[in-house]
């Protein structure tokens, strides 16, 4: 369209310095200038707010730290760099033998804690049986002091009073023996709570030492695959982020980003056509849609600090970032992670200007065969 009104401009000058016979003068020359400018300069502000084109776009992907959840020495390394793995994947492992190790002693000592269990409950059926002995003796000798009381009362001179302190002495030890009885029953329950409360603490214990011994072997969590391997069997490794077995590449969604200026992204929204080319394949058209405008960037961000912004510091270029979903998922996962390319938007405004997107994106991607920066 440019190229178009270009010539027909061309042939406008033409037509009036040529056929009319008009003098080039100062005027007449600075009409038609300022012709020209509002004519090419009011297409491209309407093509970009219609169709707005950038070459600023990157192929993203997920990067994940690989760093273990134990430590330990590398004992094998089934993965390979820059090979395809699925979810779950062993990438390494590392040597279980400490981690069985405590395994096997919380093993055994939850077991003892059970058996310690067992043995209280069993000392507790002893202590509530003695209970029910002292009892049966309480009530007996309650009995034999009640008849000596009421022997007396009738006729002190049958029961002797020795026989009735005698009485009155074995009534208050049957109560001393169960209450004693009734402690241990008390203490034998407290040391039931106890144990069961050990039992669980130990098996807390043997959960984390399983854990452990699980995260021996570590795994890809997603589709992807490993890059900068710094690992080989007899490597120690540790928790440390800084010192990262490697780095793993999740190829489980391709992410493509582009920035534009924000004043051309006027009528750009969610769900709208769009065609891409790529550096790394040069020739094809890619057809996708608009995923999102992200509404952040970083130069509005201020790390907190004990200081000040500065001032002069303070700005930002005025672009802001989209996000880019290609049609083809297969497609979209095959694009370099980093690879630089262009797109044109196709918004729902202005749509007689998309044939100048369509040109110049049709344009770039043969443009991608000449070896030169972008």
């Keep these: 369209m440019i190229a178009v009104l270009t010539i027909l401009y061309v042939a406008l000058v033409g037509l009036v310095f040529k056929v009319f016979k008009v003098k080039p003068r100062p005027i007449p020359i ?5 012709l020209g400018v509002l004519l090419l300069g009011g297409v491209v502000v309407l093509w970009t707010l219609a169709a707005p084109i950038s070459k600023r776009l990157v192929v ?4 994940v730290q690989i760093v273990p959840w134990v430590k330990g020495q590398v004992k094998s390394v089934p993965a390979q ?20 190790y405590t395994v096997n002693q919380l093993d055994a000592q939850l077991g003892a804690a059970k058996s310690n269990v067992l043995q209280l409950d069993a000392s507790l059926q002893v202590a509530l049986a003695t209970v029910a002995k002292v009892k049966a003796s309480v009530a007996l000798d309650k009995s034999a002091l009640d008849v000596a009381v009421a022997i007396e009362k009738l006729n002190p001179a049958a029961i002797a009073k020795l026989k009735l302190v005698e009485a009155q002495q074995k009534y208050a030890a049957s109560l001393a023996e ?15 709570v106890t144990a069961k409360d050990n039992v669980l603490a130990v098996k807390a214990q043997l959960d984390t030492a399983l854990f452990d011994l699980a995260e021996c072997t570590v ?18 490794v540790t928790t440390a982020r800084v010192t990262a077995a490697g780095t793993f590449i999740d190829t489980s969604e391709t992410n493509i980003v582009a920035s534009f200026p924000a004043e051309e992204l006027m009528h750009v929204q969610p769900g709208q056509d769009v065609e ?19 509404q952040a960037n970083g130069e509005g961000d201020f790390t907190p600090s004990g200081k000040l912004p500065s001032a002069a510091s303070i700005g930002s270029p005025g672009f802001l970032a989209v996000r880019i979903r290609l049609n083809d998922a297969e497609a979209a996962s095959k694009l370099e992670m980093g690879i630089p390319g262009a797109v044109a938007i196709y918004t729902d405004w202005g749509k007689p200007f998309d044939i100048i997107s369509k040109v110049a994106i049709r344009m770039q991607k043969w443009l991608y065969f000449v070896p030169l920066p972008s």
């Design 30 to 34: 600075a009409i038609l200038a300022t």
């Design 60 to 63: 993203t992907r997920y990067v």
């Design 81 to 100: 760099p820059n090979v395809a793995l699925k979810k779950g994947a062993v990438l390494f492992q590392i040597d279980p033998a400490p981690y069985q």
């Design 178 to 192: 169960l209450s004693q009885a009734t402690a241990s029953v008390d203490q034998a329950r407290a040391a039931i």
């Design 219 to 236: 795994r890809a969590p997603s589709d992807g695959f490993v890059t900068d391997w710094q690992v080989r069997e007899g490597t120690w």
């Design 276 to 294: 891409l080319a790529f550096k790394s394949a040069p020739g094809q058209l890619f057809l996708g849609k608009v995923d999102s405008v992200l």
